[in-house]
């Protein structure tokens, strides 16, 4: 079968896709074993924040495939899919629905984590913004929210070998190379060429975020302020 | 008549032993337990990890010796009573139901707990700050693992 090859991921997508699995498996394991692992899972933590600034501003001033507007799951689309109507390329309808669940759920766990505290040697960068009883109550949310973060990174890695192994549709590779083959009956656009200043200012935004949150820059403010 | 207020005495005495230490008592005393041991392992963060410039010796051996006294204190046997995974002391406890079938292991993280702040006795006498923050991060994976076995999550 001849297949047109396609542009579906640009780089910094997939940059980010790799960083946030090693963030994301760095976090969980440092955060089970604790000790003097606890520094690093509030680094990762950290880096975790960066990585999802980067990819909701990544939705709005990305490459065709990676804008939030082009696979966002609304009902029409989803009721087009599930008739086998869509025939489209990157997230379809319910994998997208799947990408802004773990999105919201990492979104989730990094702001029950900066208020969080582990009654050991771990206080989250906001936490002396709050009661500790009220961040002993977020830091048991944060916890429950990992469960529910390790449903749908199972059900993610699980869809992506369905792919795999029964629709023989390897999704691993174009999260690879960026590249994904076109099916005879699709026919799509042009991926756009990649913006390198704006993908510039996007980190800049997300590293200035990240520094403005675990410097301790916003405590200092509103202590600043009370005083 | 000597006798005899040595008697009331001794009942008077047998009687407060009796009385004390009802549910609420032992779960108020365990929840200061950790709350000093949380200032005292708060404090030691503090200075050995995140900021080593205000690191004070004396400070830190005083806090591996209270850690190490309340680890000693034998909390186990005296505040971990039958019916003890109900009740409020300062706040309701989070003590799970079913602590009382894992005895073996928390006597395994209670042994553990001396072990290690024994050592951090040890270490903070040397001074030296790397070996402390090493040791201090092996205390905490054992506060940890009994959190994580122990205690309800919130």
Not at chain 1, 137 to 166: C, K, M, N, P, Q
Not at chain 1, 179 to 197: C, D, K
């Amino acid at each position: 079968m001849k297949t047109i090859q396609q542009k579906v991921w640009d780089w910094p997508l997939r940059l980010f896709h790799w960083l946030l699995v090693l963030a994301v498996v760095g976090a969980y394991i440092t955060g089970e074993l604790g000790g003097s692992l606890t520094d690093w899972h509030s680094r990762l933590g950290g880096l975790t924040l960066g990585l999802l600034v980067f990819r909701v501003l990544w939705g709005f001033l990305g490459t065709y495939y990676a804008r939030f507007v082009h696979f966002f799951p609304t009902p029409g689309r989803l009721i087009t899919y599930f008739k086998g109507d869509w025939h489209g390329v990157g997230h379809n309808p319910v994998g997208a629905l799947s990408i802004f669940a773990l999105l919201l759920v990492l979104a989730a766990l990094i702001v029950t984590g900066v208020f969080a505290n582990d009654d050991i040697a771990f206080e989250g960068p906001l936490f002396h913004l709050i009661d500790k009883s009220l961040s002993d109550r977020i830091s048991g949310w944060h916890e429950w929210l990992v469960d529910g973060l390790l449903g749908l990174v199972g059900l993610h890695i699980t869809a992506v070998f369905y792919y795999l192994l029964i629709k023989k549709n390897n999704l691993i590779r174009p999260m690879l190379t960026g590249n994904t083959f076109l099916r005879p009956y699709q026919f799509v656009g042009s991926n756009g060429s990649l913006s390198i200043p704006r993908f510039i200012f996007v980190v800049l935004i997300a590293s200035s975020v990240v520094w403005i949150v675990w410097s301790g820059l916003v405590t200092d403010y509103l202590a600043s302020l009370s005083r | 008549m000597k006798l005899k207020c040595a008697w009331c005495l001794s009942c008077l005495f047998v009687a407060s032993v009796v009385m004390a230490n009802p549910i609420e008592d032992q779960i108020r005393i365990r929840q200061s337990t950790y709350a000093v041991m949380g200032w005292n392992t708060g404090k030691i963060k503090n200075q050995i990890v995140d900021h080593p410039e205000t690191y004070h010796k004396d400070q830190i051996i005083a806090a591996a010796n209270t850690l190490s006294a309340l680890a000693h204190s034998n909390l186990l046997e005296e505040l971990y009573g039958p019916g003890t995974d109900q009740g409020t002391g300062w706040k309701p406890t989070r003590l799970k139901a079913d602590y009382f079938q894992k005895q073996d292991e928390v006597k395994e993280i209670n042994t553990r707990l001396i072990k290690e702040t024994d050592e951090l006795k040890v270490v903070a006498e040397t001074g030296d700050v790397a070996a402390i923050k090493s040791q201090f991060g092996k205390l905490g994976a054992t506060c940890k693992s009994c959190h994580d076995l122990i205690r309800v999550r919130e």
